[in-house]
């Protein structure tokens, strides 16, 4: 027997679900694209500093190509290339955050029903259920309505209409796991129910929370796309990817593609960025997950 | 993961057991009852949120005096305690009354009754055609799993999958509508079903729009449910009998794939509303969710609420009858109702 294959046999799961992950093409191109639109949104602005709160209506939609302005500017002058980053920090950062906020708050609800299980389970449930009857659009629409756009505020807005799937998810090995034994036997030691919860039943379904986390985070970029679409987005000066597409579908049929493919190919590819990511990771994790 | 997958994951579990079939239908349709009764609390709250002060200034207006509010407020009973409010309201409800328009100075439940038959139509147009092109391609793609074909399918479902459909649509409208000028941008007016109808060219690109993200989920599904199906036991005897593989497929391997996607369908209601606020204001179609994005820019809660009051009813109705349709088509639960 050679070394080579001793070594292999003497993989931990950890290192072999690494290379699982590290196996699957698309999960790399996944990462490699979340990478470069953080360093492009987050470190471009510094390479390519532009005025992105003052309007210049001197050179309103400039072509691509003009000087100083490799992806032309907008109807209002600002200049594409600059405003794709800062639309794109706003995207990414809701995403990101309003992603989390969902995991957390799913984790937990559906932790405790399905531990507590009885009464206190079926109308948790039922909560949940009721909020997956009413579409996530037409609650953010209400929701946007109602209050100011902000960004703590849309972070908070998508996080409470996007927690009710991994509450599910969540719920279901919540089920399985207490009765297992390490968790009947911290009970009998007189460990406490929220022991129980945060340090046992939490920490097994990680599987499922990280891989529905990142499938949470691609929906909510969307999401904030939407939102934006349906016209109760973030005010001006202050954009994102969303906005930038649908301020350029008035002009459309003037032919200033540069207002809309840019902002919409940014969005698909971060999308598709993190979808694959969380394909990988179900991989990595060996969960049920997105059917594939 | 999305809401139609995490129900399907729930529903697997739930899947009744031989001759608990009733009691488990009676269960289920209270469990829609509470949900239903949930759903009327969160508009409620949503209501209180938006108009801590009721709705007698959206009504009369910045101008109205202090007076005449309060007199507003006595009329219609938004003087009253909250919860009083509440009971109101669900008497209402189970009149069939969704309360009036602040804007459209009619009642909403007729509102919605004009816009909600246009906005299933074109659903239902979308529905059709969309599950006519996924499930074959889903199947298509398990049978030449990990071919190039399904490998540029699945790399297609997963690009449409992640794109915004306004920017689908805006696409579509670009290269259809402007350059080859093939279709209408604008999708067709008119008060009725047969006004929308009458104009089929106005229709094609919203139906596309619609179904593309359809295609994407469905196709998904019917693949893996497909795919599942395939290694079973009974594709292997039958193969073994000497039955050719496109008879397996036919006969046996579509006929159960199919039963989890149709059961589906129930679940996809909310997303599939969710969807058509977006297909209706890209297009300016006059159904239910133009109404909504509409009412929402004139902040005309009473119409917000009936139209999130009525889908949440669909949702339920179409989540039970999913379920019982899953129920039926299991053949253990259908020998015992025989």
């Known amino acids: ?292 | 993961m999305s809401v139609v997958e995490a129900a399907q994951s729930a529903q697997k579990k739930e899947r009744p057991g031989g001759g608990r079939f009733w009691w488990y239908l009676l269960r289920r349709v209270g469990q829609g009852g509470i949900v239903i009764l949930i759903v009327t609390l969160i508009v409620f709250a949503l209501l209180h949120l938006a108009m801590p002060n009721g709705p007698a200034a959206g009504i009369l207006g910045m101008q109205a005096s202090q007076e005449q509010i309060e007199a507003f407020n006595r009329e219609n009973g938004f003087d009253l305690p909250l919860w009083q409010q509440y009971f109101n309201f669900l008497g209402q409800l189970l009149q069939g009354d969704l309360g009036d328009s602040f804007k459209l100075n009619r009642p909403v439940a007729d509102a919605i009754g004009q816009r909600l038959p246009k906005t299933l139509i074109l659903a239902l147009i979308s529905m059709l055609i969309a599950l006519a092109i996924a499930i074959p391609m889903g199947i298509f793609q398990a049978v030449r799993r990990g071919k190039a074909a399904d490998y540029i399918l699945t790399t297609w479902n997963f690009i449409v999958y992640s794109t915004p459909s306004f920017f689908l649509g805006l696409i579509l409208v670009i290269v259809f509508a402007q350059w080859l000028r093939l279709v209408p941008a604008q999708a067709p007016q008119g008060e009725t079903v047969g006004d929308v109808l009458a104009n089929p060219a106005g229709l094609v690109l919203p139906v596309l729009t619609a179904a593309a993200g359809i295609i994407a989920t469905f196709s998904r599904y019917m693949r893996s449910a497909t795919i599942d199906n395939l290694s079973e036991d009974y594709v292997r005897t039958a193969r073994a009998k000497g039955t050719s593989v496109s008879v397996v497929i036919t006969r046996h391997v579509v006929r159960n794939s199919l039963t989890p996607v149709i059961a589906m369908l129930g679940y996809y209601l909310p997303v599939m509303f969710g969807g058509m606020i977006v297909v209706e204001s890209l297009f300016n179609y006059p159904g239910m969710g133009l109404l909504f994005w509409t009412s929402a820019q004139t902040s005309d809660y009473p119409v917000l609420l009936g139209c999130i009051l009525v889908i949440a009813l669909a949702t339920v109705i179409g989540s039970l009858l999913a379920d019982i349709i899953q129920a039926l088509l299991d053949p253990r639960t259908r020998e015992e109702l025989s």
């Open chain 1, 1 to 292: 027997m050679s070394t080579t294959t001793i070594l292999t046999r003497t993989l931990t799961p950890r290192q072999r679900g690494m290379r699982r992950f590290l196996q699957n093409k698309l999960a790399v191109f996944g990462i490699v694209t979340i990478a470069l639109f953080v360093l492009f949104c987050f470190v471009g602005p510094l390479i390519h500093p532009t005025d992105q709160i003052h309007t210049d209506l001197r050179s309103t939609m400039l072509p691509p190509g003009s000087p100083g302005h490799p992806l032309g500017t907008d109807d209002v002058g600002y200049d594409v290339l600059g405003r794709l980053m800062m639309g794109g920090q706003i995207s990414i950062l809701i995403g990101l955050a309003a992603g989390i906020l969902a995991t957390v708050i799913g984790t937990l609800w559906g932790a405790i029903a399905g531990y507590v299980g009885g009464v206190v389970d079926t109308v948790m449930m039922r909560v949940v259920d009721a909020g997956i009857a009413i579409p996530a659009t037409f609650l953010l629409l209400i929701l946007s309505a109602i209050l100011r756009p902000s960004v703590p505020l849309m972070i908070c807005v998508i996080g409470l209409v996007s927690w009710l799937v991994p509450a599910r998810l969540v719920r279901a090995e919540s089920i399985s796991l207490k009765s297992r034994e390490y968790v009947l036997a911290l009970r009998a030691m007189g460990g406490t129910h929220s022991r129980a919860v945060l340090k046992h039943i939490v920490p097994n379904t990680v599987g499922t929370i990280v891989v529905n986390a990142t499938f949470q985070v691609a929906d909510a970029i969307l999401l904030v796309a939407y939102i934006s679409f349906l016209g109760m987005g973030l005010q001006k000066p202050a954009t994102d990817w969303g906005a930038m597409l649908t301020s350029g579908i008035t002009y459309t049929y003037a032919g200033a593609w540069w207002l809309i493919f840019p902002a919409g190919f940014c969005i698909v590819l971060t999308v598709c960025a993190f979808n694959s990511i969380g394909d990988g990771l179900r991989d990595f994790f060996d969960v049920k997950g997105r059917a594939a």
